[in-house]
């Protein structure tokens, strides 16, 4: 197996996973405006790994675009960590008026990234 094809493979399990975490995200921001303080404590670990998984998805992005891939991936995965990282830093000063669509916003391009990488052919 080719170092493009290992690559390729890593950076779709990476961009699965990050789909997944953040579709978690509004759940447990709805059960803590549902009235239970766990749900914020689900919230803001998943949003701290959340920026780690993207810099891996980043890092794995890059590798696939330097052994021969588009470099629209990498593209595509900074403009998704730089998100997160504006997204936690905008929950923790509480400005919901950014907050609540930007997190909408990351969890399209987030999901839409993930069907893509799977999408390519090898």
């Known amino acids: ?3 493009y094809m290992k690559v390729l493979y890593a950076l779709r399990g990476v961009a699965g996973l990050h789909a997944v975490a953040i579709c978690l995200q509004p759940v447990f921001a709805g059960i803590y405006l549902n009235g239970s303080p766990a749900g914020l404590r689900m919230h803001e670990p998943t949003g701290h790994a959340l920026v780690f998984i ?3 998805q980043l ?3 890059t590798f696939w675009w330097r052994s021969g891939g588009r470099w629209v991936a990498p593209a595509v995965s900074l403009l998704i ?3 997160e990282v504006v997204q936690v830093t905008v929950g923790y000063s509480r400005q919901l008026a950014i907050h609540i669509p930007l997190g909408v916003a990351l969890v ?6 993930a ?3 799977n999408r390519r052919r090898a």
């Open 81 to 83: 960590t730089a998100g």
């Open 108 to 113: 399209a391009s987030t999901v839409a990234f």
């Open 54 to 56: 993207g810099l891996a």
């Open 1 to 3: 197996m080719s170092v």
């Open 59 to 61: 890092l794995a992005a």
């Open 115 to 117: 069907f893509w990488i």
